[in-house]
């Protein structure tokens, strides 16, 4: 009886194609790490680009008209000031009436637990009057106001951050004009 000569691989061989292929695999582990990352900032982005979008069409329905005289969307005295009932002014909407200088509570800020169902975003409402200085986007115009909804969130993601740091809060601004009715 004869024997062949078998030869399998060495420890040596088999010590580098473990190393290809431990490479390999932490190369794919950190992709579908960052993927992860990505597809969830995705997600809370497009979160607030709805919770922006879905104020503005609650502010869109808010009476604003001449005839009779009703101001419920009011104007922000200041870029920090949610908006009031302008003077000489009033607001009657549903049950609710609001005086010269009353605050619009539909319009009111709201913090990181305000908003059913989505913690941790807040969101401000502030309105421009387009007929003083330079106007609204270079419109001047008393019968227009620019309408700015800005959502706040932080995102979850902390790989793209210095030293695992907590990431910065992020906003996304959704504008959009109004004319008097």
Request: proline content about 6%; glycine content about 10%.
């Amino acid at each position: 009886m004869r024997l062949h000569e078998q030869r399998g691989f060495t420890l040596p061989e088999v010590l580098v194609a473990f190393a290809v292929i431990a490479v390999g695999l932490a190369a794919i582990m950190s992709a579908i790490s960052f993927g992860a990352v990505g597809v969830q900032e995705g997600k809370q982005l497009s979160t607030a680009t709805f919770l922006a979008d879905q104020k503005l069409e609650q502010v869109r329905n808010v009476p604003w008209t001449s005839t009779p005289a009703n101001d419920c969307l009011g104007i922000s005295a200041s870029a920090t000031a949610a908006p009031i009932v302008p003077a000489a002014a009033t607001c009657t909407y549903g049950a609710a009436t609001v005086a010269a200088g009353g605050t619009l509570p539909w319009l009111a800020d709201e913090g990181a637990t305000a908003i059913a169902g989505f913690s941790g975003y807040s969101r401000q409402v502030r309105v421009t009057d387009c007929s003083v200085g330079a106007g609204c986007t270079g419109v001047v115009d008393s019968a227009l106001r620019l309408i700015a909804v800005t959502v706040t969130y932080t995102p979850l993601g902390i790989i793209n951050t210095p030293g695992g740091a907590a990431p910065a809060p992020k906003t996304v601004t959704v504008d959009m004009l109004i004319s008097l009715r």
